[in-house]
């Protein structure tokens, strides 16, 4: 019987485990992760900013993986490829036939001093729930200390992930005041961000609709500002030194230190797959997602990492793994994009989609639900939808 490896239960992982379970293969399917539970990423910002409780974004593994996936709860350490084994930080190292390597991403903080020890990131719900308390903290200490920088939020990065957290936290900023009893007014919040262009997915319309809500709103946009070093509460630049009590730091991710501590060619941690999204050299290896680097046609780099090409890349490895063991010719990984949504809070947003139809304001922010609801319905079916979902049903 064939060994099938699943390392992550991102999306990619947690898809490809379904799709090969749904095969129906002679073979053992094992899915691997740190955690019992799967997590929507693409809501993290949410949690971070207090709009979201973290339960609501977890769906738990073992009661919701196909009966033909056996799901082990470790920490992965290092891959072997020469002897086709994954080493485990406790117990035996794992051995497989094929190998799918989905495990996430990692902050990305760009050798800048003091990032990684002084400012928070958000890349998964411990950290997410870190840059909550640490929002919720400061603001219940302004009371007593009457220190501005208590108030203040500095974003550090200007990526996707740090609008939609300053969009949900402009959303929840009248509750906490209410709540802490603070001055709404008081309250700042600033994105600093080295390059001068942001969010180059969309045309200047939309872009320029983020700029108008994020002023309209009171939140500084600060771009063409290299960030030179993080101290504890302040970030310095060529010009000048920002000082807030709550720094967050979204300027960017790689994929997971394991891809540096294994024997892997890569960059920022993303290795560069073959067009049917395994290793040349190694053809039953297949990275996914934030691990992996796809070839963009007629471009130089590659796809962007989200969670839409996750899961196609998970549907396409799927189905080429199937397609060796029942004797039949793999298919080129095509990348079929359905477009951009970015939400702001709850009521705003803009999208791009099905081509080039634009959407704002509301519209972009009910369509980002409807995304969240389709991740859960293809990672786990109706019943999970359902129970987890953000649509009223």
């Keep these: 019987m064939t060994n099938i490896l699943i390392l992550g239960a991102g999306y990619a992982g947690l898809r490809a485990a379904k799709v090969l379970a749904q095969k129906k293969l002679d073979a053992a399917i094992t899915l691997v992760d740190r955690n019992r539970y799967h997590y929507e990423t693409t809501s993290l ?57 989905a495990l996430g991403l990692e902050s990305e903080d760009y050798d800048i ?13 411990k950290s997410a729930l870190a840059v909550k308390k640490q929002l919720e903290t400061n603001f219940q ?21 740090s609008f939609e957290f300053m969009g949900a936290l402009v959303n929840r900023l009248p509750r906490l005041a209410e709540h802490y009893r603070v001055p709404l ?31 309209d709103h009171n939140v500084i946009l600060r771009t063409g500002t290299p960030i030179k070093e993080v101290q504890v509460n302040k970030v310095i630049t060529a010009d000048q030194t920002y000082t807030a009590s709550t720094l967050v730091w979204t300027t960017g991710v790689r994929g997971s ?7 892997f060619e890569a960059r920022r941690n993303r290795v560069m797959v073959s067009d049917q999204l395994s290793l040349d ?41 199937a397609a060796d063991l029942n004797g039949e010719p793999r298919q080129d990984f095509v990348f079929n994009d359905l477009g951009t949504v970015l939400a702001l809070g709850s009521k705003d947003g803009v999208a791009k989609v099905f081509g080039d139809h634009k959407l704002r304001g509301y519209a972009a922010a009910a369509m980002k639900r409807v995304i969240d609801d389709r991740s859960l319905l293809k990672q786990a079916g109706v019943k999970a939808m359902v129970k987890y979902g953000r649509l009223p049903l």
């Design 185 to 215: 007014d008081k309250i700042e919040i600033q994105c600093i961000e080295a390059k001068d262009m942001i969010l180059p997915m969309f045309d200047d319309d939309l872009t320029n609709y983020v700029k108008k809500w994020l002023a």
């Design 113 to 125: 001093p003091g990032a990684a020890e002084n400012a928070l990131p958000i890349v998964d719900v």
């Design 141 to 161: 200490n302004y009371q007593t200390s009457q220190d501005p920088d208590d108030l203040r939020v500095i974003v550090c990065g200007a990526w996707f992930s």
């Design 257 to 263: 230190h394991v891809i540096g501590d294994s024997d």
């Design 45 to 101: 910002p949410e949690v971070a900013a207090g709009t979201r409780r973290a339960q609501s974004i977890l769906l738990p593994l073992p009661e919701n993986l196909p009966a033909q996936v056996n799901f082990i709860q470790a920490t992965v350490i290092k891959i072997d490829r020469t002897n086709k084994q994954v080493e485990l930080a406790d117990g035996q190292p794992l051995t497989y036939d094929y190998l799918v390597v």
């Design 281 to 321: 050299d190694d053809p039953n290896v297949f990275l996914l997602g934030d691990v992996a680097a796809v070839r963009q046609p007629g471009k130089p780099y590659p796809f962007p990492a989200t969670g839409q090409i996750a899961f196609q890349m998970a549907d396409a490895a799927a189905t080429n793994i």
